[in-house]
């Protein structure tokens, strides 16, 4: 084992879409800037942003009945998808920007078009769905949505849902046609392929195993070298932890004040996938139902079409599930790894007040195959057990922190930065609304910790990101120009592209 010590200016550790969305924004921004990756495994997105691992949906708040939740008076609070919404058409002006750049190229191999749509079954829920739609569809951001509770109609929207259905329960659906699939694995790799033809050194098969601050205030990161067994130390004045699962140690390794009292809590998860073309062809939509009283926001199920490895698949899910593991490829010894003395009394709170959520993943773990398939029979009645197939998906660790509002050992569903008072070191903790938002969240990152830079990468940012730091929502003929030029150039407008 030898140990060579090396000096750079930005280190980004993991090769997941975060880092490749961080790694190219300062690309742009400041390209004289040397950048170093380094990722435990041989490739770019081989974990959560693999498209086999996530459900792909360009997360707009067009269908997750997650975000609209309902008041207290009855009314429906659609502030959080307006967010949502906002923080997704980032991400298209950016990837525009990209392509339109011939930074990468080809967008349809990482986005598709394909109808987004809510789906419920029985009285209120109907109700629900009705004033959604009221309160989404005179805005702006959800143009274009329609409702129908006539059993004609959701058969020519979703054949293969209506298809055998005879429960006399009333059924709604909603729908709009401009929502989208992402494959951001393919993305990821796009990115890094990029980066890589830009000087950027991606060292794959680079496990960090510490990050330690140095005297004057820059970042040593211990690497080892999976191949040759060697240790290597790289100095860097700004360290980005895109772990995924795997950032939560490594940020506690920093030590800095801003890590402790904070726990993981890792909800693993399967899909059902269908291996039967001619089902596969009767479906053209991303449908997602309602989450079953007490389940986790994560496990609301759906049916997508997605476009992987440059053909139409169906799949169903997610599946949650429990594992110790932050990572898919992790440990078993995960979990338990990460309870320090600063954040047991956290964990052991989180313990105590999500009984409901551990037994909820218990049972899920439980289910048989054919418990799966009556679940997907919800969905498509005529399903038959020889067409459908389980892959597991990623692994998400949600964030456990003390909040004011939630007390000691709060479950968080989103997505955290946390980063150093001196901005030198940040991290990306939370799995949720994830890929979609990864451009806002990376934005955020740059204004955590390079405060003295936004000024001067400011008018960059802006033509790269024309709606950075204006609302959408607000300036309703900005978001028309800002939507089609994004669709024309993402090669959204054509409804069936190559691939059906
Ligand atoms: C079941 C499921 C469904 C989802 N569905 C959606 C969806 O529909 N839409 C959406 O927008 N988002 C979705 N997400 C969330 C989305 O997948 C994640 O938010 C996103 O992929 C996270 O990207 P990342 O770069 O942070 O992490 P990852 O893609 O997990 O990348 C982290 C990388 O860091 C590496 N790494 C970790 N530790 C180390 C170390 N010590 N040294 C070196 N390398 C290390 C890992 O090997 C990995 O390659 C879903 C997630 C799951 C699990």
Redesign the pocket.
Known sequence: MSSLQKKTDVIL???????ATLGSLLKELAPQWEIKV????ANA?????NEW?????G?AALCELNYTAEKSDGSIDISKAININEQFQLSKQFWSYLVDSNLIRNPQDFIMPIPHMSLVQGESNVTFLKKRFKALSKNPLFQGMEFSDDPEKLKEWIPLIMEGRTSNEPIAATKIDSGTDVN?GALTRMLFDHLKSNNVEINYE???KDIKRTSDGSWEVKVLDNVSGKIENHIAKFVFI?????SLP?LQKTGIPESKHIGGFPVS?LFMVCNNPEVVAQHHAKVYGKARVGAPPMSVPHLDTRYIDNKKALLFG?FAGFSPKF?K?GSNLDLIGSVKPNNVLTMLAAGAKEMALTKYLIQQVMLSNEKRMEELREFIPNAKSEDWDIVT????VQVIKDTEAGGKGTLQFGTEVVSAADGSVAA?LG??????TAVHVMLEVLEKCFPQHMKEWEPKILEMIPSYGVSLVENPEFFQDIHASTAETLGLSAKELAYS
């Open positions: 550790i993991g090769a997941g879409v975060m880092s380094f990722e435990k495994l997105g081989e974990e959560s942003s691992n996530n459900a792909g949906t997360h951001f680079h496990s960090v895109g772990g995924g699962g795997g490594l998860g997610p990572l490829t998906a990623g692994q998400r990306l799995a949720s609304p994830g890929a979609s």
